[in-house]
């Protein structure tokens, strides 16, 4: 069943379209993310869905119900956003409340509650600390609590982990995915980071410029970006200008085999790290650095033809910078792209 449903949706700014015709659906209990880069209208787009920016054209649906009339307080959704969310003059317990009390719940009736959800949130007990003796992923947990507190129908996070440091972040990421899946809360949350996007969500959607670029789950964006824009978010070099004919593309690196059934023509090209090999016989190239990933090591190769290529190779066989070495491509990793639209960068 669809929960949220975007429907044409455009916001402009003095002409500009910031949010431009974006139809999206999220199903209960799904959990979607947006993700983008800066200014490419992800967080307009949750202020729009919360009633706190007016759409130039389109329609939001919560429940298949209209929301255009409907005020902030009236649309049965939770906002959590990176910072500046906490009261720091109320305790947790009183932060917690904050959201039952909106709501008009007797204060008998919140105080149970306000113990669920800390409980829930991995800080139980923690009703009288005050938020200024909390770490910063406790205080993100205290938010947690205070946005599911009144039951929203849709809980909405800004950039949820942002400013928390990589290894909570990675931790409280999962702990999120258990924590939505337990209490089958549906998410629409915006990140600019990948791979957090990836670990909480069911469904991945890619913005640029307003637009949707990509929607898909993080295993089927992350193995087919749909295109090049999708493939460098993402964090992926190797893309280059590609004639795909009967197998095998014509590249700047030379002739690059390509999986079975690949569209042919003009295309761009990815190939994924994993899949420079180094062989003895190949594409020469100088390694211009290597850098220790724990189960890997990453090359930065300096081919004789054609841009720079990124490769992985195990530790014990990694050449050092300077060295020449020579490369071959695995067609399993290399990914036959969409042509180039005009206004790529
Ligand atoms: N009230 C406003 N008036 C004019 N321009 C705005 C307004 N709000 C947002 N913008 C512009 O809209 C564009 C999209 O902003 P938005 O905050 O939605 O992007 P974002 O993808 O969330 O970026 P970030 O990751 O940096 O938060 C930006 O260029 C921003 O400057």
């Not at 015709?21 to 209990?29: F, T």
């Not at 209208?41 to 429940?63: M, N």
């Not at 049965?76 to 959201?99: I, S, T």
Request: net charge neutral.
């Amino acid at each position: 069943m669809t929960l949220l449903q975007l429907d044409g949706v455009s916001v402009r700014f003095g002409g500009r379209a910031v949010v431009d015709r974006v139809d999206l659906a999220v199903a209960a209990h799904e959990t979607v993310c947006v993700l983008g880069p800066s200014g490419s209208g992800k967080s307009t787009l949750l202020r729009v869905v919360a009633g706190l920016q007016p759409v130039s054209a389109g329609r939001v649906l919560l429940d298949g119900a209209d929301q255009a009339a409907v005020p902030v307080h009236r649309r049965g959704v939770g906002l959590m956003f990176q910072d500046h969310q906490l009261f720091p003059h109320r305790d947790v317990g009183g932060n917690v409340a904050f959201g039952l009390r909106m709501r008009g719940s007797a204060r008998t009736a919140y105080r149970p509650r306000v113990a669920e959800l800390l409980d829930l949130v991995g800080l139980p007990g923690a009703q009288g600390r005050a938020v200024a003796s909390l770490s910063g992923g406790e205080q993100q947990r205290v938010a947690l609590a205070r946005a599911l507190a009144p039951s929203p129908r849709l809980l909405m996070l800004d950039e949820p982990l942002g400013q928390l440091d990589r290894g909570l972040r990675e931790r409280l990421v999962v702990e999120l995915r258990e924590l939505f899946s337990r209490l089958g809360t549906t998410v629409l949350a915006v990140t600019h980071d990948q791979g957090e996007a990836f670990a909480l969500a069911d469904r991945v959607i890619v913005m640029r410029d307003g637009r949707i670029a990509q929607a898909g789950t993080p295993l089927e964006v992350w193995q087919r970006p749909a295109d090049r824009f999708v493939a460098r978010f993402l964090g992926f070099e190797n893309v280059v200008p590609a004639t795909v004919s009967a197998g095998a593309a014509a590249t700047p690196w030379g002739t690059v085999p390509v999986p079975e059934g690949s569209s042919e023509g003009e295309r761009q090209l990815l190939v994924r790290p994993a899949g420079v090999h180094l062989v003895r016989d190949g594409l020469a190239a100088v390694v211009e650095s290597r850098t220790f990933r724990g189960t890997h090591v990453a090359l930065r190769l300096r081919p004789e033809a054609g841009p720079a290529l990124e490769a992985e190779c195990a530790l014990a066989a990694a050449p050092a910078a300077g060295d020449r070495v020579h490369v071959a491509f695995a067609p399993a990793e290399v990914v036959v792209l969409a042509a180039e639209a005009p206004d790529t960068p």
